[in-house]
């Protein structure tokens, strides 16, 4: 049996969230149309008869000084040195620019263990040419893999050349496993998604999600969790409530109905907002956020 890890890099956008969800067949990742959606190491696990791989989503690679993105990147960095293999995904609908080229000199220490994948082909913009060109150039001869995770093109050939990047060994986690996320950062990632995706502007990347409390019924059959969506300004946290409550309202629903769907009992959700205009400037919170 083939056993081993996976790291999953590139710059944001590139669909490496979609594409861990499908290759999981389950929903590990939150999935949004926002730069960097991914702000933690997200494990997930597919097991089939081939073996078995523990996928690494990393942040999207950016670059910028802000504190956040510093933790970001540093996350993505961390889990090179260890894991057994590097799927490097790239965006096919868009040409190489300065990230493509910091990644790639990140990557050439890592070679002999790194897999190209061009994403999006299904795309009528889909232009692989360049970027197999310019993967060549920097990188030499590597492997290059084209896909759509969107549409599921090409990703037998995607699992068949993963695998073969992996040592022989034993089960890491039992079959019928697909993430080893804690019940309360998946809440908070669920959560963190339904309000993103129903914002805009400055809202999304001001916001991170926290779980305060959780609590199960005595018959186990409730899961009570109290969460707080944390912006920076009162404006923000005006947009989350929404008039007459009305936002924050649809923002529970949709959570809990995305958490029932997932988990084997039900979650009920107190959800508040609250500003803290200085949560981005405070390194143990954003190494909490990053690294859990």
Not at 28 to 53: A, K, M, W
Not at 84 to 100: A, F, H, K, M, V
Not at 259 to 280: E, H, Q, S, T
Request: hydrophobic residues 35%; neutral net charge; contains cysteine.
């Amino acid at each position: 049996m083939k056993v081993g890890t996976i790291t999953l890099l590139g710059r944001p956008s590139t669909g490496k969230s979609t594409l861990l969800n499908t290759l999981c067949k389950n929903k590990v990742s939150i999935v949004s149309p926002i730069p960097q959606t991914t702000r933690r190491v997200i494990r997930g696990i597919l097991t089939e008869p081939r073996g078995q791989i523990l996928f690494l989503d990393t942040p999207g690679y950016h670059q910028s000084k802000k504190k956040l993105n510093l933790y970001l990147k540093r996350a993505a960095e961390e889990t090179l040195e260890e894991t057994d293999g590097i799927l490097y995904l790239l965006d096919s609908t868009r040409i190489p620019g300065p990230e493509e080229e910091e990644i790639v000199k990140l990557l050439v220490p890592y070679k002999n263990k790194l897999l190209a994948v061009l994403n999006k082909i299904d795309d009528p913009r889909s232009s692989p040419e360049p970027l197999k060109a310019f993967l060549r150039t920097n990188l030499g001869e590597i492997s290059i893999c084209p896909v759509s995770a969107l549409k599921e093109e090409g990703l037998e050939n995607l699992l068949t050349a993963l695998f073969n990047l992996l040592p022989e060994g034993e089960l890491m986690y039992p079959e019928e496993y697909y993430t080893d996320q804690e019940p309360a950062f998946r809440i908070e990632e669920i959560i963190r998604e339904q309000a993103i995706l129903r914002t805009k502007e400055e809202v999304p990347h001001a916001l991170f999600v926290e779980a305060a409390d959780l609590e199960f019924s005595g018959d186990g059959e409730d899961l009570w969790a109290r969460v707080f969506l944390i912006v920076e300004r009162d404006s923000q946290k005006g947009i989350l409530v929404g008039k007459e409550g009305k936002m924050i309202r649809a923002i529970r629903v949709a959570s809990e109905r995305e958490c029932n769907r997932i988990f084997p009992y039900r979650v009920k959700i107190d959800l508040r907002v609250k500003v803290d205009p200085k949560w981005k400037s405070r390194d143990p919170l954003l190494k909490r956020i990053t690294r859990g």
